[in-house]
């Protein structure tokens, strides 16, 4: 089976891999047609690329992807298994705020924890345009969020309890981990496409 189309049995999951595929379709719009140049043009000295954001988001992604196969794992040794209607979930009062905090438009900035901060742009010609389009590794992220769903399906993602990656003391429960990672992705897909429609953006 495909890794990104699975046939998802729990209801807060499905909607959660709609969330994957939604943000891989706009990235996708956002970046295709657009040059070297622009993808790492800066409204602000200090302010991110649409590259930026996008590279963000992967480093992001794959710092989830290690607590969220550390949960699954430690979930399933536990045998906390779904068991009725997998459609009754409700995300914990932690789970319910933090993605509601993370939504766009951005009402509050949140500095990025320096392991996931962009990496500065390379210098133009070092690597081939193909290998260093931003959205490669961000859609190749979706495949892999996927799987970790596929994981999840069968398990009971309202007990089973996710540490940030960033904020250990932070903890929410696995189903609320994912809508984490779809909100944050939204807020800076948001952050990309306002820098294309910057005043001064390269044509």
């Known amino acids: 089976m495909d890794a990104f189309d699975p046939d998802l049995r729990h209801g807060?999951?499905?909607e959660s891999l709609g969330e994957l595929r939604a943000a891989g379709a706009e990235a996708e719009e956002l970046t295709s047609d657009l040059t070297p140049e622009q993808l790492s043009w800066r409204p602000e000295p200090e302010a991110w690329s649409i590259a930026e954001c996008l590279d963000h988001l992967?480093?992001?992604?794959?710092?989830?992807?290690?607590?969220l196969d550390e949960a699954i794992e430690e979930g399933r040794g536990r045998g906390l298994r779904a068991s009725g209607v997998?459609?009754?979930?409700?995300?914990?009062?932690v789970g319910r705020w933090l993605p509601g905090l993370l939504e766009p438009p951005p009402g509050l900035k949140i500095p990025a924890p320096r392991?996931?901060?962009p990496r500065p742009p390379e210098p133009a010609g070092s690597t081939d345009e193909d290998d260093a389009h931003p959205s490669a590794a961000f859609l190749d992220l979706r495949q892999r969020l996927a799987r970790r769903l596929v994981a999840a399906d069968d398990l009971d993602i309202a007990r089973i309890r996710v540490p940030s990656p960033?904020?250990?003391?932070?903890?929410?429960?696995?189903?609320?981990?994912?809508?984490?990672?779809a909100a944050h992705e939204r807020r800076h897909l948001y952050q990309a496409r306002r820098v294309r429609e910057a005043e001064g953006f390269p044509v």
């Open 86 to 93: 997998r459609g009754d979930y409700r995300p914990s009062l």
């Open 12 to 14: 807060e999951l499905r």
């Open 115 to 117: 392991r996931i901060r």
């Open 58 to 67: 992967v480093r992001t992604g794959e710092a989830y992807l290690e607590v």
């Open 166 to 181: 960033f904020v250990p003391l932070l903890r929410f429960d696995l189903g609320a981990a994912f809508r984490v990672i």
